[in-house]
């Protein structure tokens, strides 16, 4: 399994552009890689989902180097509703894949004015 | 809207107690998961369904069992309940095809406190 390690926190400004990395170094040529958000009181939701290279939609872009070792969520110029624990994913492609799924213990960003 | 709904949002039980979670989702999707989240391990899966009547372990089934007679519901059960089950857990569900790959969908979450 593909055990992965997230920052615990991250504190950032307003405005500013947050880093993510969630390394993942014994992960499969058949895994995916998925950032979950979760507001307080809210249970996670998608953000984003690739294999390699780039990925970027309306929310984050996701950053995943040719060797897979790690990825990096980005998110651009974060507001005060950015802050939000973080989770990351990764597991293969696959019907009988719910046994190989594993989020990491996920990152606490907090935006500050 | 999607969306995936859990009978209380806090419960307080005794140890000893015999337990249920219910969980229902209104997408008609086939799976349906249930996870425990505790603060520095993130999300663990419990149990997993794929189909009615179906159930898989996952990471850390002990002390739980599930059900699910109904394609939207899936119910999570503590048959002893004990301090150590106190948690924040977490439903969620999904279409069928890959679960690990496929979006989940979450519910609110129960926050479970075994006294």
């Known amino acids: 399994l593909a055990k992965t390690t997230q920052p615990i926190s991250m504190d950032s400004y307003e405005g500013q552009e947050v880093n993510i990395t969630c390394s993942h170094n014994n992960i499969a040529t058949n895994d995916y890689i998925t950032w979950y958000q979760q507001f307080p009181s809210q249970g996670p939701r998608f953000i984003i989902q690739g294999y390699k290279t780039k990925v970027t939609n309306e929310v984050a872009s996701l950053f995943i180097p040719a060797d897979r070792k790690s990825s990096t969520l980005s998110l651009p110029r974060v507001s005060l509703s950015d802050t939000a624990v973080y989770y990351c994913l990764v597991g293969p492609y696959g019907g009988d894949s719910w046994g190989k799924l594993q989020f990491g213990a996920g990152t606490q960003v907090v935006v500050t004015p | 809207d999607v969306k995936v709904t859990q009978s209380s949002r806090y419960l307080v039980k005794r140890t000893g107690e015999k337990v249920f979670l219910e969980c229902v989702q209104d997408m008609d999707h086939e799976n349906m998961f249930w996870y425990r989240q505790d603060p520095g391990l993130g999300l663990r899966l419990i149990y997993f369904?794929?189909?009615?009547?179906?159930?898989e372990k996952g990471d850390i089934p002990e002390g739980y069992s599930v059900s699910r007679e109904k394609k939207e519901r899936f119910s999570l059960i503590l048959e002893s309940a004990s301090t150590n089950q106190t948690s924040m857990y977490l439903c969620?569900?999904?279409?069928?095809?890959?679960?690990?790959?496929?979006?989940?969908?979450f519910g609110p979450g129960t926050r479970l406190t075994v006294l």
């Open positions: 369904s794929y189909d009615v009547k179906m159930k």
């Open positions: 969620a569900s999904s279409n069928q095809g890959s679960p690990s790959t496929d979006t989940q969908y």
